[in-house]
């Protein structure tokens, strides 16, 4: 059975009284309320895939029921594409601060971590399973990457690239920091580097060298890291990091 929440009959059951789409190239999503947070609309760009609507709509709905968001005067609860890919709840700066808490809000609805973490321990740690729970939730595979991350229990990453470039990286606080920084062309010796298939499949989960994606001190102290890539259209690829190491 699917594991998708039934977000919109929810948003009624919380005074949210419209989710209307319009046309708009000003933001991704928006919220508009009355000052005491009694009821509230949500409006949404025209075009979003299903996925992506579904969080949006899941983000706005946190803003509206966390109670220490209130909109700046000069910065409405207007959210722009970039603002879904804000994770730090600790931001020295308000406003981006409020969109990280907006995001893990939708993320926990949308894929609650009890659920994901059964989930890897039922279909194991691969990106087949990761994509199939996607699916299952009704979320993009980028959104269920971070899902998955944060929910795991040992080292793993989740990298998104295109075009051979390293756009975003996951990673849980067990997994070493990685040589490379957003922006950087994909390390030489990874499988991602040399994988071309066709987009929708998937490489095999292979064993690699530690120091191809790791500094000199973590690379030490990996016992086993493998890596599997999964490519996508427009040079897009999922890469999935997994590590075991030396906790001595």
């Known amino acids: 059975m699917p594991d998708v929440v039934p977000l ?56 509206f029921l966390i109670p220490s968001h209130r909109p700046h005067p000069s910065h409405p609860f207007e959210c722009s594409l970039s603002d879904f890919y804000l994770l730090d709840a600790k931001d020295r700066n308000r406003r981006r601060r409020i969109e990280a808490e907006a995001n893990r809000f939708a993320a926990k609805l949308l894929m609650p971590p009890v659920r994901v973490r059964q989930a890897i321990g039922q279909s194991g740690s691969t990106l087949e399973s990761l994509i199939a729970l996607a699916k299952n939730f009704a979320v993009s595979k980028e959104a269920m990457a971070r899902a998955w991350v944060d929910a795991h229990r040992e080292p793993v990453a989740v990298i998104i690239a295109q075009n051979g470039q390293i756009l975003r990286c996951y990673r849980n606080e067990e997994f070493p920091w990685l040589i490379t920084r957003n922006g950087e062309q994909l390390p030489d010796g990874s499988i991602a580097e040399q994988h071309s298939d066709l987009p929708g499949t998937y490489s095999a989960t292979e064993e690699i060298e530690p120091d191809i994606w790791f500094g000199d001190r973590d690379a030490s102290r990996t016992l086993v890291l493998t890596e599997q890539v999964f490519s996508q259209q427009n040079g897009y690829a999922l890469i999935m990091l997994q590590a075991e190491m030396d906790k001595d």
């Open 8 to 63: 919109e009959a929810l948003c009624a059951q919380l005074d949210i009284e419209e989710i209307q789409e319009i046309d708009t190239a000003g933001f991704e999503a928006a919220l508009i309320m009355d000052g005491l947070k009694a009821r509230g609309s949500i409006l949404l760009a025209k075009g979003q895939r299903p996925e992506r609507r579904r969080f949006s709509i899941g983000h706005e709905l946190g803003h």
